[in-house]
């Protein structure tokens, strides 16, 4: 996989009037290859529209060549910190450079993940109990002392994860007491807090929400069954280690339940535009929230283009909508 071309190379120019976007891929976070996977088949499903669209990374050339070349609107296909914590989408308020996606106050929220789990109870919303602590107490109090509290409270199995990332880097499910103290270690070397929640036996389900102009709408579910029985990296990323299904085989009802939790997600963290709500539904049929995208996968193993096809959307269209929204509201 080679990075984004230098600026102006990766141009397709097919109108002298036509929206000038620009596709933000790659960034120095954990998840560089799979943003710049994301980034490309976003811009080649832009060229395909016809849109003046340029694949520019993450990098100190950015805001100079924003300058030098204003963009009618930018697509974030970063992954990780860089695209996902708010960070970046804060500069380009500060450059009043429009953006598709949600607004950085709101990613800070839904990127760290008990923050958001927070936000979506008191919203009313089913998620697994949960403790999220930092490095620093397991090495003041003794790692001992509290796994033994944790696995008191939460009881086995658990979910172990970084507190903030994506593309489920560090996630393991843990069966035995055993396996906890090294699952601890490999989340802190993603980030400084670690997230453990009971594990959820069900239907995984990754839940699309666009917003094209009438109010965000849930997409098809797409149920996820990994040979592995763990939606972790590798499963996400390798064809032919997870098996896809969609719409999900769940029942109307349940699916209808999912797209309005999916839907409120996306309201009570004050998304906008897009996001991607991972869930678990229980053999009882109710919806577990587990985590939320700001920036959903755009590759072509990912769930949103999945569910934007069947839906019965042009993957490239969407995106040029989107597009087409941001750039209109800020002139």
């Known amino acids: 996989m080679t990075d984004p071309a230098p600026a102006g190379a990766a141009t397709a120019r097919t109108e002298p009037h036509a929206l000038r976007a620009v596709v933000l891929a790659g960034g120095l976070a954990f998840e560089r290859e799979v943003s710049l996977s994301s980034g490309t088949q976003v811009w080649e499903e832009l060229v395909r529209t016809g849109l003046d669209a340029e694949l520019r990374d993450a990098d100190a050339d950015l805001l100079p060549g924003l300058a030098a070349a204003p963009a009618d609107a930018v697509f974030i296909a970063l992954h990780g910190a860089t695209g996902e914590d708010g960070a970046l989408r804060a ?10 996606g949600s607004p950085a106050a709101a990613c800070r929220v839904a990127w760290d993940k008990p923050a958001a789990k927070s936000v979506v109870r008191s919203a009313g919303l089913t998620t697994p109990d949960w403790v999220a602590l930092p490095h620093t107490t397991f090495r003041e109090l003794g790692a001992g002392a ?8 939460l009881g086995l199995p658990l979910m172990v994860k970084p507190g903030s ?49 009438n109010g965000p709408e849930a997409l098809p579910a797409v149920e996820i069954v990994p040979q592995s029985g763990v939606f972790d990296y590798t499963a996400r990323y390798t064809p032919g280690l997870t098996e896809y299904h969609v719409p999900a085989r769940i029942t109307d009802d349940v699916a209808a339940r999912a797209a309005a939790v999916a839907v409120r997600v996306h309201e009570a963290l004050g998304l906008a535009d897009l996001s991607r709500t991972d869930a678990i539904v229980t053999p009882d049929g109710q919806v577990h929230f587990l985590e939320v995208n700001v920036s959903p996968g755009l590759t072509e ?31």
């Open 91 to 100: 500069v380009l308020d500060l450059a009043g450079v429009p953006y598709v």
């Open 146 to 153: 509290v796994l033994d509290l944790i696995v008191a409270r």
């Open 165 to 213: 990332g994506g593309s489920a880097l560090g996630a393991q499910k843990i069966s035995r007491v055993e396996e906890l103290p090294a699952a601890m270690v490999s989340c802190f070397a993603y980030g400084d807090t670690v997230l453990v929640e009971r594990f959820v036996d069900g239907v995984e389900l990754a839940l699309s929400v666009v917003d094209l102009g």
């Open 301 to 331: 193993t990912s769930m949103f283009p999945m569910a934007v096809e069947a839906a019965g959307y042009e993957l490239g269209e969407v995106l040029a909508r989107l597009l087409a929204r941001r750039a209109d509201s800020s002139r």
